[in-house]
């Protein structure tokens, strides 16, 4: 879908339809709103009068104009309370919209900027969330259905203003947007792609093709790579499958004159979890081509990165295999030795996120990164904790976690710091390496991002638990069932925070 911007009339418009909106409560029309309902003689005035409109967040109304005016429709958008207006509410607004008409059929679509000047959000702001909520929204993954042609499509979205200045600043929100929503599809159509196809080698490819697409630094290890870099850690999970791992890593460039203005991105790239040895159960199993959603996250959010152009340095590192119980597989009982020399007994095969990023966590330090998130779809205990809304997060540094958190609440995607303790370190003490990849029942998700903290050396860091957001169970404002694409949007904005 094309989403454009322009000077113009709402009620001489010749699309399909058009969006306007109302807040909560609100009797007095004002603006394209009112214009349109003068234009069709009080129909939207008549409709709240009756009680059939009230501007209740996501109600939408569809009026048919009996050629009362050009467009044919006019959708009447409910905002919510004016108190509770946000960014996100913006964002929701247009998905559900442009999802709405296309139910319908409708293709070209004209719409008011939703807000604007409202509640301290400036033009940029809303044509940011708008471009990211209306593409978001209509994000479908239809390559493997066979007769894919016969949904309809929405293919454009004009966002209309009488006042030139405002259209201005509407259009820099607009293509920061877009490009922002094409990261938030890269990740979700990489975590959608079956296990079979998204491979490591596959992953590997991708990254290539980002990097040339907005020019990044790219290099991927192999095994051999890693074997003389002594990563045990991740070799020991890759050594039971027969696909061959990579460690793929992206350099953006964006201040190079302060290399200490550096951000390190990392993601859990397991293409596919079955546990291992400790193999889980089919329905434990079933989403598990979904457990390199954190690899993908940071591989589209330097796309991202990479054309916005924050005046700051960005490393990315990817641990990509999957986690098989082939014949080579290792064993509960095994130990292995890490990177940087830190030895882990293996208590479980199934917790394997921990074991490959504590690898490339070492890796990163050995770059000399000093500010590092990770983000992984680490444990099911974090669904436990924080069901589906909330990502998890855990660091070392108050600092940090706090800018994560600003970030997540920037791109409307929620986090909630989780403690870290040394009192929790006894659990995952072990009789004969220096550690245990697994500390028992209680706790898990600390646990887990504990262990993956003991390699961060003396950097900030920060562990983002994506196991709940990463997918949606239904169809919600802009995240229509399936790979959410948690948390691309909120690493693009901490990357701009820092530049
Ligand atoms: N990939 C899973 C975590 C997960 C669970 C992600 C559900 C998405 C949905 C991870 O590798 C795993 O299996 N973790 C174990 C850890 C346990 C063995 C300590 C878990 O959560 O049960
Ligand atoms: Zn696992
Ligand atoms: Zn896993």
């Given at each position: 879908m094309d989403v454009k911007v322009s000077v113009g009339d709402l009620t001489k418009w010749s699309g399909g339809a058009i969006v306007v909106n109302i807040f909560q409560g609100v009797k007095e029309l004002g603006g394209a709103t009112g214009a349109v309902d003068r234009a069709l003689d009080g129909t939207i005035s008549g409709l709240i009068e009756d009680g059939?409109?009230?501007?209740?967040?996501g109600e939408m109304t569809l009026i048919h104009t009996l050629g009362k005016m050009s467009p044919s429709r006019v959708l009447v958008a409910g905002l919510g309370k004016q108190t509770d207006f946000t960014a996100d509410t913006v964002r929701s607004v247009a998905a559900i919209s442009v999802r709405r008409l296309r139910r319908s059929a409708v293709q070209r679509v004209a719409t008011i900027a939703?807000?604007?000047?409202?509640?301290?959000?400036d033009a940029e702001t809303v044509g940011r969330a708008m471009a990211e909520g209306s593409a978001l929204g209509l994000y479908r993954f239809?390559?493997?259905?066979?007769?894919?042609?016969?949904h309809p499509s929405l293919d454009e979205l004009t966002i209309l203003d009488l006042d030139p200045d405002k259209v201005a600043e509407l259009e820099g929100g607009v293509s920061q947007g877009i490009i922002v929503a094409d990261a938030v599809t890269l990740c979700r159509d990489m975590v959608n792609e079956p296990a079979n196809s998204m491979t490591p080698t596959r992953m590997a490819e991708v990254a290539l093709e980002v990097a040339n697409d907005c020019g990044l630094g790219i290099e991927v290890l192999d095994r051999p790579d890693m074997a003389e870099m002594s990563m045990g850690a991740l070799l020991g999970v890759a050594q039971g499958s027969n696909e061959p791992p990579k460690l793929i890593v992206l350099r953006y460039e964006g201040d190079p004159e302060d290399e200490d203005n550096h951000l390190g991105l990392l993601g859990k790239?397991?293409?596919?979890?079955?546990?291992?040895?400790?193999i889980k159960s089919a329905a434990g199993m079933a989403?598990?081509?979904?457990?390199?959603a954190g690899g993908a996250a940071v591989i589209a959010a330097m796309n991202a990165i990479g054309h916005l152009k924050p005046k700051v340095n960005v490393t990315a590192i990817v641990p990509a295999t999957e986690n098989m119980p082939g014949g080579r597989a290792q064993r509960p009982g095994d130990v292995v030795r890490t990177m940087n020399g830190k030895t882990i007994e293996?208590?479980?095969?199934?917790?394997e996120g921990r074991l490959v990023l504590a690898d490339a966590v070492s890796y990163a330090r050995s770059l000399g990164l000093m500010k590092l998130v990770d983000v992984a779809t680490l444990t099911g205990a974090v669904v436990v904790a924080l069901g589906k809304a909330y990502t998890g997060a855990f660091g070392n540094d108050q600092d940090f976690v706090d800018e994560v958190v600003a970030a997540g609440d920037q791109a409307g995607e929620r986090v909630w710091q989780l403690p870290v303790y040394d009192g929790y370190d006894r659990q995952y003490k072990s009789d004969i390496a220096d550690i245990k990849n697994t500390g028992g029942r209680n706790a898990g998700s600390i646990i887990g991002a504990q262990i993956i903290g003991?390699?961060?050396?003396g950097a900030s860091w920060v562990h983002l638990d994506i196991a709940g957001t990463s997918t949606s169970d239904s169809d919600g404002g802009y995240n229509p069932?399936?790979?959410?694409?948690?948390p691309v949007r909120t690493l693009i904005v901490l990357a701009q925070q820092m530049g």
């Open positions: 059939e409109i009230s501007g209740r967040s939703h807000g604007a000047d409202i509640a301290g959000l239809d390559k493997y259905k066979t007769d894919s042609n016969d790239g397991i293409t596919f979890d079955s546990g291992g040895l400790d989403r598990m081509k979904g457990d390199m293996i208590i479980n095969t199934d917790a003991e390699f961060s050396d069932r399936g790979p959410t694409g948690t």
